[in-house]
Nanobody, 127 residues
Framework: VQLQASGGGLVQAGGSLRLSCVASGFTFDDEAIGWFRQAPGKGREAVSCISSDDGSTWYTDSVKGRFSISSDNAKNTKKTVYLQMNTLKPEDTAIYYC??????????????????WGQGTQVTVSS
């Protein structure tokens, strides 16, 4: 299993970024693929995920209405999941990690149950 994240960067408050996560090495079924983030001095928190089964999505409260997750609905062995981040705030500054949970969206925010992690990508929002 490989999760390749990209798209981070430096942006001013109110700006936008789009993160990408290319997932490969497994057959897409009903797993949840999405993003966690870790701000300096804080624990890692779940941000958003999308189901490979029915496309249902989940967002943590602090990003609802600002972030949007989607995927390319690939049915083979490589899929790209996108996290469109709009109206960014300084508190969104963190390292963002792509992750997959084979138990699905209901369990995605349980960090101990994450099956695989990608490498992080830094998002910095200046005020």
């Amino acid at each position: 299993v490989q999760l390749q994240a990209s798209g981070g960067g430096l942006v001013q408050a109110g700006g936008s970024l789009r993160l990408s996560c290319v997932a490969s090495g497994f057959t897409f079924d009903d797993e949840a693929i999405g993003w966690f983030r870790q701000a300096p001095g804080k624990g890692r928190e779940a941000v958003s995920c999308i189901s490979s089964d029915d496309g249902s999505t989940w967002y943590t409260d602090s990003v609802k209405g600002r972030f949007s997750i989607s995927s390319d609905n690939a049915k083979n062995t490589k899929k790209t999941v996108y996290l469109q981040m709009n109206t960014l705030k300084p508190e969104d500054t963190a390292i963002y990690y792509c992750a997959v949970n084979f138990r699905g969206t209901n369990y995605f925010d349980l960090i101990s149950l994450v099956d695989y992690w990608g490498q992080g990508t830094q998002v910095t929002v200046s005020s």
